[in-house]
């Protein structure tokens, strides 16, 4: 069954905690994204990744990291230097290079929330 | 900037009404594609059209493009209840790769 899983659906936070949420695909795809949703928002660019082992900030990178060792697999990090971490983090992929198949496929998101 | 702008921010229709959502953008695209978020959930990619389409249907979706004006406009046709979420544009360059959604149009559509 193909398809981007990103866990936890829930997570709780305290203050001063980094945590980690999980991006996993299983469609062969290169090109890999976080975003970030708050309440009634659109959706902000925090990192994306072309290919594995290689990746480039969004426009809200600050107090996030991440890392691609492997094509499946794009975990976000965030910090404790995000100031305000409270919100709905979304993961896409797609495959990169053959105009055909350029559509995003995106996970159900992971709500974080901080306490 | 890459992103798309959508307009209206948001449309309060009856069940059976058309529709439109229209999304701008400022940079030269390969294609321009919408997608669907109900509340709460991932986006779904609803259709795509290329640089060189004017125009194309999937279902009740209509979709334009016009680069000379750099807009795009999604006509829904027929609305359901169902039809019910925010609806994103993302324009897409194939050099940046960067996926840049606008902050959407919520459509509520009434029974």
């Known amino acids: ?115 | 900037s890459q992103q798309g702008e959508e307009d209206p921010q948001a449309l309060s229709i009856q069940e059976g009404e058309n529709a439109t959502m229209n999304c701008s953008y400022k940079t030269s695209i390969n294609n321009l594609q919408w997608y669907r978020q109900n509340s709460g959930r991932g986006l779904v990619h609803l259709i795509l059209i290329r640089s060189n389409e004017r125009e194309k249907h999937s279902g009740r979706l209509r979709v334009t493009l016009d680069t000379s004006k750099k807009s795009s406009s999604l006509l829904i046709t027929a609305s359901r209840a169902a039809d019910t979420a925010s609806y994103f544009c993302a324009p897409l360059n194939y050099n940046t790769d960067k996926l840049i959604f606008g902050t959407g149009t919520r459509l509520q559509v009434f029974p």
């Not at chain 1, 866990?7 to 980690?20: A, C, D, I």
């Not at chain 1, 976080?34 to 290919?51: A, E, N």
């Not at chain 1, 480039?56 to 404790?80: C, H, M, N």
């Open chain 1, 1 to 115: 069954d193909g398809g981007i899983t990103q866990s936890p659906k829930y997570l709780f936070r305290k203050e001063g905690q980094n945590v980690t949420l999980s991006c996993e695909q299983n469609l062969n795809h290169d090109a890999m994204y976080w975003y970030r949703q708050d309440p009634g928002q659109g959706l902000r660019l925090i990192y994306y990744s072309q290919i594995v082992n290689d990746f480039q900030k969004g426009d809200i990178a600050e107090g996030y990291s991440v890392s691609r060792e492997k094509k499946e697999s794009f975990p976000l990090t965030v910090t404790s230097a995000q100031k305000n971490p409270t919100a709905f983090y979304l993961c896409a992929s797609r495959t990169r290079g053959q105009p055909l198949n350029t559509e995003a496929f995106f996970g159900q998101g992971t709500r974080l929330t901080v306490v």
